[in-house]
């Protein structure tokens, strides 16, 4: 069964850092898009960011742009999201996902990150 | 961007009934459109994808239908496991943009 792990989530403050990273195992990584999505406490989903398989093109947000970086390394099944300038709005659980048809077939538990001072 | 207008933002609805929610794009977006439902405290589920496709493993009283920009979720004789709230995603281009959600709550 097709398994997604995040870890890295946690509390920072305002302007700080974080990188979070999705495990991936039980499918051929390399082989799919990867994305992340977030969701602010109480609200809707948001779709935050994409890294192709083929060519490691990345999109972002426009709420994120500029700030964020996913990068991937299909030796260790990893995704990752770098995320810098941390703001308030930014507190969210943030999920990786993917699709093998369309998009959103599996996605992982998810993990919070809290931007408090 | 597209953006993708969902509605109702919420409803009341009993077990038993047939319930409706739509998505409107705001540009064509062909039928590149899926729906989740998402439990409190739980990961979103995919229930359809390509507007009409049935994920495995989900009821048959979920239906999708549209093309273009107008899109429907169905969800006929209303169970007790579908009081949740369900959101529109397009995967027509980046970015893909999610649909405010409709949250169905029981009368």
């Known amino acids: 069964e097709v398994q997604l792990v995040e870890s890295g989530g946690g509390l920072v403050q305002p302007g700080g850092s974080l990188r979070l990273s999705c495990a991936a195992s039980?499918?051929?990584?390399?082989?799919?898009?990867m994305s992340w999505v977030r969701q602010a406490p109480g609200k809707g989903l948001e779709w935050v960011s994409v890294?192709?398989?083929?060519?490691?093109?990345?999109y972002y947000a426009d709420s994120v742009k500029g700030r964020f970086t996913i990068s991937r390394d299909n030796s260790k099944n990893t995704v990752f999201l770098q995320m810098n300038s941390l703001r308030a709005d930014d507190t969210a659980v943030y999920y990786c996902?993917?699709?093998?048809?369309?998009?959103?077939?599996?996605w992982g538990q998810g993990t919070l990150v809290t931007v408090s001072s | 961007d597209i953006q993708m207008t969902q509605s109702p933002s919420a409803m009341s609805a009993s077990v038993g009934d047939t319930v409706t929610i739509t998505c409107r794009a705001s540009?064509?977006?062909?039928?590149?459109l899926a729906w989740f439902q998402q439990r409190p405290g739980k990961v979103p589920k995919r229930l359809i994808y390509?507007?009409?496709s049935l994920q495995s493993g989900v009821p048959s009283r979920f239906s999708g239908s549209g093309s273009g920009t107008e899109f429907t979720l169905t969800i006929s004789s209303l169970q007790p496991e579908d009081f949740a709230t369900y959101y529109c995603?397009?995967?027509?281009?980046?970015?893909?943009?999610f649909g405010g959600g409709t949250k169905v709550e029981i009368k």
């Open positions: 390509a507007s009409s």
């Open positions: 995603l397009q995967y027509n281009s980046y970015p893909l943009t």
């Open positions: 039980r499918f051929t990584f390399s082989s799919y898009a």
């Open positions: 996902a993917f699709g093998v048809t369309g998009f959103g077939d599996y």
């Open positions: 540009q064509g977006i062909s039928n590149y």
């Open positions: 890294i192709r398989s083929s060519d490691d093109t990345t």
